[in-house]
């Protein structure tokens, strides 16, 4: 059988993280997912609402332009760019319109780090000094020292100042985005930090750092013997092909770049323009990408998937496990998301509960936070777009958690369309498998839904 020949073969090639098509006679090709198949809602509207919000926003002069972006299963729904990019020279937002992301960049630092420790190069319980040794001597108000481990820092409980001493602070993208600060370098940065004073007992209370970032990305110089950027490029952005995610864009994206603008007292101005001509040397772990959001969906989808790929299942559940002080390890975790916000207007989430992503992309910040309604307002919007069954999504609606079992022969060739012969050849040669653990829905007409957790005992 054709079928059995190309399964041997493939089990031979030892490439059993996917599976086979069946040979069945009822279609000419089975298609298979390593994923959900497209949600619905893509096309039955009930984004509207959501991407409405957005585009009515920037028609009433709320933002000056946006990108927004729904994903389900690593697949994009829907995702549309609104607006200008650059008011002055009349240049629009474009789905792939580079924008400063802020502190989205604070995951992808961590979770450069996290691969570190699932190489058993880093530990969580690790103390800073043992890799920095500035901050031995680093001491609180009271003159006391106390040892800050890397989940302390993850996890914004380290008592490091909130930003670096040689950055000031101001409203509204947390200090200037200047060509003085993107020409600083991470050690020199770093060293600052170590002779600033702790603010509090470490662990003891949650006060958001981006020092502490800084801290973090240097110690994943000095564990790997590679430039923070690099490491992260090589271990992060090239696996999952986010090959248009730079910390210091190339002079021939200059034009893609969008600026920022503010809004104080009702006047408009811009806080942040690319400068091509400058060498960017800080490439800021608390907040230096560039991006845009069909880039940052392979990002997010690791942590719904957990299939071990770039992380290991271990380090996602890490990273997505509250923290003492509420936060996980670089997201927010609020309502059951992971999340994250730059102070640029970025907002990036994933939802492990109906395997959405969603991603709103503006370059705005308001001083009466309409900026902020709106990211909140999209949220939620598309949170009500999934938040109740679609009619005619398979399974039915009469299905237990979320699945349906088929026992009876007819009805498996009634409802799935499918051979049951065939399909418990699937399923013994499933469970067969010494490899990976699987969980295969027959949805209908051929097509299957195939869940990979990872290998046994990850």
């Known amino acids: 059988m054709e079928c059995a020949r190309l399964a041997g073969a493939f089990i031979r090639s030892g490439k059993r993280a996917l599976l086979l098509a069946l040979c069945l006679p009822i279609v000419s090709a089975i298609n298979f997912a390593a994923g ?17 919000l957005v585009h009515e926003a920037v028609e009433k002069g709320e933002v000056p332009g946006a990108i927004a ?25 474009t789905t792939n319109t580079l924008c400063w992301i802020a502190s989205i960049t604070k995951p992808v630092t961590v979770a450069a780090a996290m691969t570190l420790v699932d190489m058993g190069e880093l530990s969580l319980g690790d103390s800073v000094e043992k890799y920095l040794p500035e901050f031995r001597e680093q001491k609180d108000t009271n003159g006391a020292h106390h040892v800050i481990t890397i989940r302390q820092v993850m996890s914004h409980t380290s008592g490091l100042v909130p930003n670096p001493p040689t950055r000031r602070s101001g409203w509204p993208i947390g200090g200037p985005l ?47 013997g590679k430039p923070y950027a ?9 696996p999952l092909g986010m090959n ?18 503010a ?34 969906v392979p990002f997010l989808q690791l942590f719904l998937d957990k299939r071990g790929r770039v992380l290991s299942r271990s380090a996602v559940t890490e990273m997505l496990t509250p923290q003492p002080q509420g936060w996980g390890l670089g997201w927010s975790l609020p309502e059951g998301l992971f999340l994250h916000e730059g102070s640029s207007g970025t907002l990036a989430w994933g939802d492990p509960k109906t395997g959405v992503i969603g991603i709103l992309f503006l370059q705005f910040r308001d001083r009466n936070e309409s900026d902020v309604r709106l990211r909140n307002n999209f949220r939620q919007a598309v949170h009500d777009a999934f938040a109740h069954p679609i009619e005619g999504y398979f399974p039915p609606p009469e299905s237990q958690g979320g ?26 040669w499933l469970l067969d498998s010494d490899e990976l653990d699987f969980a295969a829905v027959v949805i209908r007409h051929g097509h299957i839904l195939v869940h990979r957790f990872g290998r046994r005992g990850d």
């Open 36 to 52: 959900a198949e497209q949600h619905p809602a893509a096309n039955d509207g009930r984004l509207d609402a959501a991407f409405r």
């Open 69 to 93: 972006l729904v994903a389900r299963d690593g697949k994009i729904l829907r995702q549309e760019a609104y607006g200008l990019r650059d008011i002055e020279n009349q240049l629009p937002f």
């Open 178 to 224: 200047d060509d003085f600060w993107l020409q600083q370098n991470l050690p020199d940065i770093v060293q600052t930090i170590a002779r600033s004073q702790l603010r509090f007992k470490p662990g003891s209370k949650f006060e958001y750092s981006n020092s502490a970032l800084f801290v973090l990305g240097r110690i994943i110089e000095i564990v790997s």
């Open 230 to 238: 690099t490491y992260v490029k090589e271990k992060i952005f090239e």
């Open 244 to 261: 248009d995610t730079y910390y210091a864009p190339p002079t021939t994206e200059a034009r893609r770049i969008a600026k920022i603008y």
């Open 263 to 296: 809004r104080r007292d009702g006047k408009r101005e811009t806080i942040f323009q690319f400068n091509p001509e400058i060498k960017v040397t800080n490439t800021a772990p608390d907040g230096g990408l560039f991006s845009y959001p069909a880039q940052l």
């Open 403 to 428: 699945g349906r079992k088929l026992d009876k022969p007819e009805n498996v060739r009634r409802l799935a369309g499918m051979d049951p012969q065939k399909l418990g050849e699937l399923k013994q």
